[in-house]
C-alpha cells in the first residue's frame, strides 16, 4: 500500500502536480565556494557552470561518464569539414513558458562573444551561426576543428526575448556601473528553476514541470549554501542539516566514513597538478646558479623529476586521495594517457643526472605555491622541497594565497618565479587545450601558451599542435596527441604529479552521480525516505 | 561644547583619510582581482582589457583620488565577484551583523555582571574560582576554536542546535530579521556564546575588580553601619557604582565585536559583514574591502566620539573644567 502510494505522489510530481509537504524532498547541499552571479557566461568556473547546469542547457550535455550526448539539440552532424548541422529538439519551453528556437542559440551566440563574456573560447572567433529554418542551424568554420562542439555543455542557451525584455543581452560585465537582473535570476530550459538567490548565502531551486526530458530524480526543492569553514561543512553534513557537501577535508575522510548516516564518495578528478620549472629564461630569477640556468638542461629536468617520491606523496600527503600522473591530462579526457608511464622514483639515478649536467653538489632555488587552490597545495610543494634536498637542490618555499600566487607566477608579473606548481583541467575535456595552453611554447609575454609558467618550449609540440586541431581523423589525431606528449615525457618539460580525488559527503538517505568533472549536478539525485 | 564637537569631527574625518591610504597601500600586496575574475583560458588581451577598464593601470595616487571622491558621494562600485553594488551588498548583510553583535554584548552584560558581582563579593567561594577559572579559558582560547567545540557539542552531538546559517530570515522594510521565527532564535545562541565569550570575561573581571574597590569605600561602611541589608548594599549601592567604566568598556566594545565578527561570522557560516570581507580579501574583491573598511572605521571613530560626548554629559567635572578654560 505504501509503495504504491509513493509511486502515485512520484507520478503526481512528475505530472507536475502540486506535492503537499508531506512527501516534500528536499536536497540540501553546501560548497565551500559561493555561487555568485547567475549568469554563467561570466564566470567560467567548475561549481558556478555546475548549479547553473541543474537551471539552464546547452545545445549538447555531458552524461554520468562525460560522454556527450544530446542536450537542446536532438541530433547534429558534420555536413562539410567546416560546416556543422545542429537539429534542435521540439517542444522545449524556457522555464517563462516561451518556445526555443534557432533565434535564441544565435543570440546566444552573439552573446557569448560580448565583452563581459567568460566563455569566448567555447567557440571559434571566426565562426558563423547561420539559421536554416526554426530548429535547425548550421554553424560555419573556417577551418575544419573535430572538437567543436567539445565544451557546449556548458555553452547553456539563453532565451532571446527574455534577455531582450530583462536588459540581459550583454555577459555581465565586471565593470559595468549597474548590475544586469540576469546576476540574480535565471531562465533556462533546465530541469530545475531558481526560486531565489541571496550570493554567498543561500540559493533555493525547484524543479520544472514542464522539462522536455524524464526525470531522474525524486526532488521537490533544492537548497543550495555556502558552508566556507571545512569543520562547520563537516559538522552540519554529521548533524543532518545537509544532505550533501563538497569538498571533504582530507584528514575528515576516514571520520565520516565511520559515522553511521554519512557516506564518502571518492573518484578519481579531471584536474593534474603538475611542477613547472622556469626552462625560458637565461638565468634563474631565484637561483644562486648564475649566468646560466640548469633547468634549461632537460637532465636537471629529470633529476627533479625521479628525485619525487610520489607515492609518498599520495600516502602521506593525499591519505590515498590522488592518482599518479604521467602526464598532463587525465587518462579520462585521452585514453592514451595510459601508455605512458612515470619516470621511476630514483634518488641515485637523479644524482648521476644531475652531476652529469655539472652540477654535482646540487643549488639552491625559490618555489612558489599556491596554498588555498588545489588540495593540500602548500604540503605538496613541502613534501617536494624535502625531496630535492636529499639530491642537494635547497628548495626555499615561497607558499601564498592563490590570488597573490596567479599573480606572481603567471603572466601578470612575466612569470615572476623559477619553480612552482599549478594545476590544469582542460575546459574542453580534449588534449588539445593541454598542448595549445601548457605544454606549448609561449614568449616572454605570455604569448602562446599562456599557461606554461615555466616556458618550457619545444618547437615540435607547437608543430603537432597547429596539426591537431584540425585533424578530423580520431586515430591518426590520438596519434599525434600522443607523440606530442611523450616529447614532452623525455624531456621532463613539465613534471605531472596526480590527478588529485574528488571527495563528496553525502548522507546516506541521498543516490547522487559523482561526476569526474565535479560538477553538483542534483537532477540525478534521489533522497530516499 | 560646539567647539569641542567641531574638533573632534575634523579628527575623525583625518582618521578616516588615513584608513583610506593605508587600505589602498595594502590592497597592492593582495594580489591580482583580474585573475580571480576570469576563467582559466581566459587570453592575455582580454585580462589586460578588464585591468584597464577597472583602472587597475592607473598610478596609485589617482586610483586614491577616484576612491575619496567617489567614497564622499558613497559610491564603492562594484563588486568584482558578486557583480553587485558594494554598497547593497553591505547594507544587506549588515543586519546579521549587527543582530550577532548586539546578542553577543546582552550575553556578556547578562551573565558578566552577576558573575562580577558574585565574586567581588565572595571571593573565596568555590564557585567563584571556578567562575574564574572558566573565564580565564574564554579569554585563553582562540575563537574559532570555542565555535568548533561548541558545534560539536551542541549540534553534532546532542542534535539541540544548528551548526550553521541564520536560521528562517523575515524581511521588515529591507532589513533582514532572524528573530521572528524559532529557527533563528536557535541558529543565533551558538555565534552569540562564541563571539561574546571574551566580553563576558572582560566584564566579569571588570566588575569584579570594581566591586571589590568600591566595597572597601567608607560610604560603603557607613551604609553597613546603618544597617542596612547585604543585598541594598551590594546591588543598590556598590553595583551602581561599579557601572560607569563597564558601560564605557561595553560601547567601545561593540565596535570591536562589530568589526572583529570576522572569525565567527566564518566558523558559523554566518552571512553578515565579516564573513563577506573574508570572501573577498581571499577573492582581491577590493571595492568590497575598501568599502568594509570604510565602514569599520566610520563605527569606531563615531562610537568613540558619542563615548566622548557621553563623558562631558556624564561627568559634571569635564562640563566644568572646560567651561573655565
Same mark, same amino acid.
Given at each position: 500500500?505504501?509503495?504504491?502510494?509513493?509511486?502515485?505522489?512520484?507520478?503526481?510530481?512528475?505530472?507536475?502536480?502540486?506535492?503537499?509537504?508531506?512527501?516534500?524532498?528536499?536536497?540540501?547541499?553546501?560548497?565551500?565556494?559561493?555561487?555568485?552571479?547567475?549568469?554563467?557566461?561570466?564566470?567560467?568556473?567548475?561549481?558556478?557552470?555546475?548549479?547553473?547546469?541543474?537551471?539552464?542547457?546547452?545545445?549538447?550535455?555531458?552524461?554520468?561518464?562525460?560522454?556527450?550526448?544530446?542536450?537542446?539539440?536532438?541530433?547534429?552532424?558534420?555536413?562539410?569539414?567546416?560546416?556543422?548541422?545542429?537539429?534542435?529538439?521540439?517542444?522545449?519551453?524556457?522555464?517563462?513558458?516561451?518556445?526555443?528556437?534557432?533565434?535564441?542559440?544565435?543570440?546566444?551566440?552573439?552573446?557569448?562573444?560580448?565583452?563581459?563574456?567568460?566563455?569566448?573560447?567555447?567557440?571559434?572567433?571566426?565562426?558563423?551561426?547561420?539559421?536554416?529554418?526554426?530548429?535547425?542551424?548550421?554553424?560555419?568554420?573556417?577551418?575544419?576543428?573535430?572538437?567543436?562542439?567539445?565544451?557546449?555543455?556548458?555553452?547553456?542557451?539563453?532565451?532571446?526575448?527574455?534577455?531582450?525584455?530583462?536588459?540581459?543581452?550583454?555577459?555581465?560585465?565586471?565593470?559595468?556601473?549597474?548590475?544586469?537582473?540576469?546576476?540574480?535570476?535565471?531562465?533556462?530550459?533546465?530541469?530545475?528553476?531558481? $526560486? #531565489?538567490?541571496? !550570493?554567498?548565502?543561500?540559493?533555493?531551486? =525547484?524543479?520544472?514541470?514542464?522539462?522536455? &526530458?524524464? *526525470?531522474?530524480?525524486?526532488?521537490?526543492?533544492?537548497?543550495?549554501?555556502?558552508?566556507?569553514?571545512?569543520?562547520?561543512?563537516?559538522?552540519?553534513?554529521?548533524?543532518?542539516?545537509?544532505?550533501?557537501?563538497?569538498?571533504?577535508?582530507?584528514?575528515?575522510?576516514?571520520?565520516?566514513?565511520?559515522?553511521?548516516?554519512?557516506?564518502?564518495?571518492?573518484?578519481?578528478?579531471?584536474?593534474?597538478?603538475?611542477?613547472?620549472?622556469?626552462?625560458?629564461?637565461?638565468?634563474?630569477?631565484?637561483?644562486?646558479?648564475?649566468?646560466?640556468?640548469?633547468?634549461?638542461?632537460?637532465?636537471?629536468?629529470?633529476?627533479?623529476?625521479?628525485?619525487?617520491?610520489?607515492?609518498?606523496?599520495?600516502?602521506?600527503?593525499?591519505?590515498?586521495?590522488?592518482?599518479?600522473?604521467?602526464?598532463?591530462?587525465?587518462?579520462?579526457?585521452?585514453?592514451?594517457?595510459?601508455? $605512458? #608511464?612515470?619516470? !621511476?622514483?630514483?634518488?641515485?639515478?637523479? =644524482?648521476?643526472?644531475?652531476?652529469?649536467? &655539472?652540477? *654535482?653538489?646540487?643549488?639552491?632555488?625559490?618555489?612558489?605555491?599556491?596554498?588555498?587552490?588545489?588540495?593540500?597545495?602548500?604540503?605538496?610543494?613541502?613534501?617536494?622541497?624535502?625531496?630535492?634536498?636529499?639530491?642537494?637542490?635547497?628548495?626555499?618555499?615561497?607558499?601564498?594565497?592563490?590570488?597573490?600566487?596567479?599573480?606572481?607566477?603567471?603572466?601578470?608579473?612575466?612569470?615572476?618565479?623559477?619553480?612552482?606548481?599549478?594545476?590544469?583541467?582542460?575546459?574542453?575535456?580534449?588534449?588539445?587545450?593541454?598542448?595549445?595552453?601548457?605544454?606549448?611554447?609561449?614568449?616572454?609575454?605570455?604569448?602562446?601558451?599562456?599557461?606554461?609558467?615555466?616556458?618550457?618550449?619545444?618547437?615540435?609540440?607547437?608543430?603537432?599542435?597547429?596539426?591537431?586541431?584540425?585533424?578530423?581523423?580520431?586515430?591518426?589525431?590520438?596519434?599525434?596527441?600522443?607523440?606530442?606528449?611523450?616529447?614532452?615525457?623525455?624531456?621532463?618539460?613539465?613534471?605531472?604529479?596526480?590527478?588529485?580525488?574528488?571527495?563528496?559527503?553525502?548522507?546516506?538517505?541521498?543516490?547522487?552521480?559523482?561526476?569526474?568533472?565535479?560538477?553538483?549536478?542534483?537532477?540525478?539525485?534521489?533522497?530516499?525516505? | 561644547?560646539?567647539?569641542?564637537?567641531?574638533?573632534?569631527?575634523?579628527?575623525?574625518?583625518?582618521?578616516?583619510?588615513?584608513?583610506?591610504?593605508?587600505?589602498?597601500?595594502?590592497?597592492?600586496?593582495?594580489?591580482?582581482?583580474?585573475?580571480?575574475?576570469?576563467?582559466?583560458?581566459?587570453?592575455?588581451?582580454?585580462?589586460?582589457?578588464?585591468?584597464?577598464?577597472?583602472?587597475?593601470?592607473?598610478?596609485?595616487?589617482?586610483?586614491?583620488?577616484?576612491?575619496?571622491?567617489?567614497?564622499?558621494?558613497?559610491?564603492?562600485?562594484?563588486?568584482?565577484?558578486?557583480?553587485?553594488?558594494?554598497?547593497?551588498?553591505?547594507?544587506?548583510?549588515?543586519?546579521?551583523?549587527?543582530?550577532?553583535?548586539?546578542?553577543?554584548?546582552?550575553?556578556?552584560?547578562?551573565?558578566?555582571?552577576?558573575?562580577?558581582?558574585?565574586?567581588?563579593?565572595?571571593?573565596?567561594?568555590?564557585?567563584?574560582?571556578?567562575?574564574?577559572?572558566?573565564?580565564?579559558?574564554?579569554?585563553?582560547?582562540?575563537?574559532?576554536?570555542?565555535?568548533?567545540?561548541?558545534?560539536?557539542?551542541?549540534?553534532?552531538?546532542?542534535?539541540?542546535?544548528?551548526?550553521?546559517?541564520?536560521?528562517?530570515?523575515?524581511?521588515?522594510?529591507?532589513?533582514?530579521?532572524?528573530?521572528?521565527?524559532?529557527?533563528?532564535?536557535?541558529?543565533?545562541?551558538?555565534?552569540?556564546?562564541?563571539?561574546?565569550?571574551?566580553?563576558?570575561?572582560?566584564?566579569?573581571?571588570?566588575?569584579?575588580?570594581?566591586?571589590?574597590?568600591?566595597?572597601?569605600?567608607?560610604?560603603?561602611?557607613?551604609?553597613?553601619?546603618?544597617?542596612?541589608?547585604?543585598?541594598?548594599?551590594?546591588?543598590?549601592?556598590?553595583?551602581?557604582?561599579?557601572?560607569?567604566?563597564?558601560?564605557?568598556?561595553?560601547?567601545?566594545?561593540?565596535?570591536?565585536?562589530?568589526?572583529?565578527?570576522?572569525?565567527?561570522?566564518?566558523?558559523?557560516?554566518?552571512?553578515?559583514?565579516?564573513?563577506?570581507?573574508?570572501?573577498?580579501?581571499?577573492?582581491?574583491?577590493?571595492?568590497?574591502?575598501?568599502?568594509?573598511?570604510?565602514?569599520?572605521?566610520?563605527?569606531?571613530?563615531?562610537?568613540?566620539?558619542?563615548?566622548?560626548?557621553?563623558?562631558?554629559?556624564?561627568?559634571?567635572?569635564?562640563?566644568?573644567?572646560?567651561?573655565?578654560?
Amino acid at each position: 500500500m505504501k509503495r504504491s502510494l509513493s509511486a502515485l505522489l512520484i507520478g503526481a510530481m512528475a505530472a507536475g502536480l502540486a506535492a503537499g509537504p508531506a512527501d516534500a524532498k528536499t536536497f540540501r547541499y553546501a560548497f565551500q565556494g559561493d555561487l555568485n552571479a547567475l549568469d554563467p557566461y561570466s564566470l567560467n568556473e567548475t561549481f558556478t557552470l555546475g548549479a547553473m547546469g541543474n537551471v539552464m542547457e546547452g545545445l549538447t550535455k555531458r552524461g554520468k561518464d562525460l560522454a556527450i550526448i544530446p542536450g537542446l539539440a536532438e541530433r547534429w552532424e558534420v555536413v562539410e569539414p567546416t560546416r556543422w548541422r545542429f537539429h534542435l529538439r521540439k517542444g522545449v519551453k524556457f522555464h517563462n513558458g516561451e518556445n526555443f528556437t534557432a533565434d535564441d542559440v544565435l543570440f546566444s551566440l552573439d552573446r557569448m562573444r560580448t565583452p563581459g563574456s567568460q566563455i569566448k573560447s567555447r567557440a571559434p572567433a571566426d565562426m558563423k551561426a547561420v539559421k536554416v529554418d526554426d530548429h535547425t542551424v548550421d554553424f560555419v568554420l573556417s577551418q575544419p576543428n573535430p572538437i567543436l562542439h567539445y565544451e557546449w555543455d556548458t555553452w547553456y542557451i539563453y532565451s532571446k526575448s527574455w534577455a531582450e525584455a530583462n536588459g540581459a543581452t550583454q555577459a555581465q560585465a565586471a565593470t559595468a556601473t549597474s548590475n544586469s537582473p540576469a546576476s540574480l535570476k535565471a531562465n533556462g530550459t533546465g530541469p530545475f528553476m531558481v $526560486m #531565489s538567490h541571496e !550570493p554567498g548565502v543561500k540559493t533555493v531551486f =525547484k524543479p520544472n514541470p514542464n522539462w522536455w &526530458g524524464k *526525470p531522474e530524480h525524486n526532488l521537490t526543492e533544492v537548497i543550495f549554501q555556502t558552508i566556507k569553514s571545512d569543520a562547520t561543512r563537516v559538522a552540519a553534513l554529521l548533524s543532518g542539516e545537509i544532505d550533501m557537501m563538497d569538498p571533504v577535508p582530507p584528514q575528515d575522510i576516514e571520520r565520516l566514513k565511520s559515522a553511521p548516516n554519512v557516506q564518502v564518495l571518492t573518484g578519481p578528478e579531471i584536474r593534474t597538478i603538475f611542477l613547472n620549472m622556469d626552462s625560458f629564461r637565461n638565468e634563474l630569477l631565484y637561483s644562486d646558479v648564475k649566468g646560466k640556468n640548469p633547468f634549461k638542461d632537460a637532465r636537471v629536468r629529470k633529476a627533479v623529476y625521479q628525485a619525487i617520491d610520489i607515492q609518498a606523496i599520495k600516502t602521506r600527503i593525499m591519505r590515498g586521495m590522488s592518482e599518479p600522473a604521467a602526464t598532463v591530462i587525465s587518462p579520462l579526457f585521452f585514453k592514451g594517457a595510459t601508455q $605512458m #608511464s612515470r619516470h !621511476p622514483y630514483d634518488v641515485e639515478a637523479a =644524482k648521476k643526472l644531475l652531476a652529469e649536467a &655539472g652540477y *654535482p653538489k646540487g643549488f639552491s632555488v625559490e618555489m612558489d605555491c599556491p596554498n588555498d587552490r588545489y588540495v593540500n597545495d602548500e604540503a605538496i610543494c613541502q613534501a617536494v622541497a624535502q625531496m630535492l634536498s636529499r639530491i642537494d637542490i635547497k628548495v626555499k618555499l615561497n607558499a601564498m594565497p592563490k590570488a597573490k600566487y596567479f599573480e606572481k607566477a603567471g603572466p601578470t608579473k612575466k612569470y615572476d618565479s623559477s619553480f612552482n606548481l599549478l594545476g590544469w583541467s582542460p575546459g574542453s575535456g580534449d588534449a588539445w587545450n593541454v598542448l595549445a595552453n601548457i605544454i606549448g611554447c609561449r614568449d616572454a609575454d605570455g604569448k602562446g601558451a599562456t599557461f606554461n609558467y615555466g616556458g618550457y618550449c619545444n618547437p615540435k609540440i607547437d608543430e603537432l599542435a597547429k596539426k591537431i586541431l584540425v585533424e578530423n581523423d580520431i586515430a591518426k589525431r590520438d596519434a599525434m596527441i600522443l607523440e606530442a606528449l611523450t616529447i614532452n615525457h623525455n624531456e621532463a618539460g613539465v613534471i605531472p604529479l596526480h590527478q588529485q580525488a574528488l571527495a563528496w559527503g553525502v548522507s546516506k538517505k541521498v543516490e547522487i552521480v559523482q561526476r569526474a568533472d565535479n560538477q553538483i549536478l542534483f537532477y540525478w539525485a534521489k533522497v530516499k525516505d | 561644547m560646539l567647539a569641542y564637537s567641531i574638533r573632534r569631527i575634523f579628527e575623525a574625518v583625518i582618521v578616516m583619510l588615513t584608513v583610506a591610504l593605508l587600505a589602498f597601500i595594502l590592497f597592492r600586496f593582495v594580489g591580482d582581482p583580474v585573475n580571480q575574475m576570469v576563467g582559466q583560458d581566459t587570453t592575455l588581451e582580454d585580462r589586460e582589457r578588464l585591468r584597464e577598464e577597472l583602472g587597475l593601470n592607473d598610478p596609485v595616487p589617482i586610483q586614491f583620488a577616484r576612491f575619496v571622491s567617489n567614497a564622499m558621494q558613497l559610491e564603492f562600485g562594484m563588486s568584482y565577484q558578486v557583480k553587485q553594488p558594494v554598497t547593497r551588498l553591505i547594507a544587506e548583510r549588515f543586519p546579521a551583523t549587527f543582530e550577532l553583535s548586539i546578542a553577543a554584548s546582552l550575553f556578556a552584560l547578562l551573565l558578566g555582571i552577576p558573575m562580577g558581582v558574585y565574586t567581588g563579593i565572595h571571593r573565596d567561594s568555590w564557585i567563584s574560582k571556578t567562575f574564574l577559572s572558566l573565564s580565564l579559558v574564554g579569554i585563553s582560547l582562540p575563537t574559532f576554536l570555542i565555535g568548533i567545540l561548541l558545534i560539536y557539542i551542541f549540534a553534532v552531538i546532542l542534535g539541540w542546535l544548528p551548526s550553521f546559517g541564520r536560521g528562517t530570515v523575515t524581511n521588515i522594510g529591507g532589513w533582514r530579521t532572524g528573530l521572528l521565527s524559532a529557527s533563528g532564535w536557535k541558529a543565533i545562541i551558538l555565534p552569540a556564546i562564541t563571539l561574546g565569550l571574551f566580553q563576558m570575561t572582560l566584564v566579569t573581571r571588570l566588575v569584579r575588580s570594581q566591586m571589590m574597590e568600591v566595597l572597601r569605600t567608607d560610604y560603603i561602611k557607613f551604609a553597613r553601619a546603618r544597617g542596612l541589608t547585604s543585598r541594598a548594599i551590594n546591588f543598590g549601592h556598590a553595583l551602581k557604582n561599579t557601572l560607569i567604566p563597564v558601560i564605557t568598556i561595553i560601547g567601545l566594545q561593540l565596535g570591536a565585536i562589530i568589526a572583529f565578527a570576522i572569525i565567527t561570522e566564518t566558523v558559523f557560516q554566518w552571512p553578515g559583514m565579516g564573513l563577506l570581507f573574508i570572501q573577498s580579501v581571499q577573492n582581491a574583491d577590493i571595492p568590497v574591502m575598501s568599502a568594509y573598511l570604510m565602514l569599520v572605521a566610520f563605527l569606531f571613530v563615531t562610537i568613540n566620539f558619542i563615548v566622548d560626548l557621553l563623558y562631558v554629559w556624564i561627568d559634571p567635572r569635564i562640563r566644568i573644567l572646560s567651561r573655565e578654560t
